[in-house]
């Protein structure tokens, strides 16, 4: 079992930065590839980044290339999203999940087993 917990969530402005983070605790972080999703309402989950068990390879939806940045910590059991150029399109509840590393990069959620609770991030225009 693997626990998640994500923060970092707020109200930003369009143009803004946000950091969220996702701690987790449980079985050995380095056995997992990480992934970050969002949600908006009335939309389903949709895939944002992930990332190897190593941090060596990293992942991107077009919609967010160029904008945001997945990186993890593995001493800290922490994976981070450093968002920037925030768009009001960006407003969504972001979830971070824990996946074999058989399915390191995916894009499906029905690939990942551990979820958080997610966190909510606004973006005003």
């Known amino acids: 079992q693997v626990q998640l917990v994500e923060s970092g969530g707020k109200l930003v402005q369009a143009g803004g930065s946000l950091r969220l983070s996702c701690a987790a605790s449980g079985r050995t972080f380095t056995s997992y590839a990480m992934g970050w999703f969002r949600q908006a309402p009335g939309k389903e989950r949709e895939f944002v980044s992930a990332?190897?068990?190593?941090?060596?390879?990293?992942y991107y939806s077009d919609s967010v290339k160029g904008r945001f940045t997945i990186s993890r910590d593995n001493a800290q059991n922490t994976v981070y999203l450093q968002m920037n150029s925030l768009k009001p399109e960006d407003t969504a509840v972001y979830y971070c999940?824990?996946?074999?590393?058989?399915?390191?990069?995916?894009?499906?959620?029905?690939?990942?087993?551990?979820w958080g609770q997610g966190t909510q991030v606004t973006v005003s225009s």
């Open positions: 999940a824990a996946a074999s590393t058989y399915y390191s990069g995916s894009y499906s959620p029905r690939h990942y087993d551990y």
């Open positions: 990332i190897s068990w190593s941090g060596g390879s990293t």
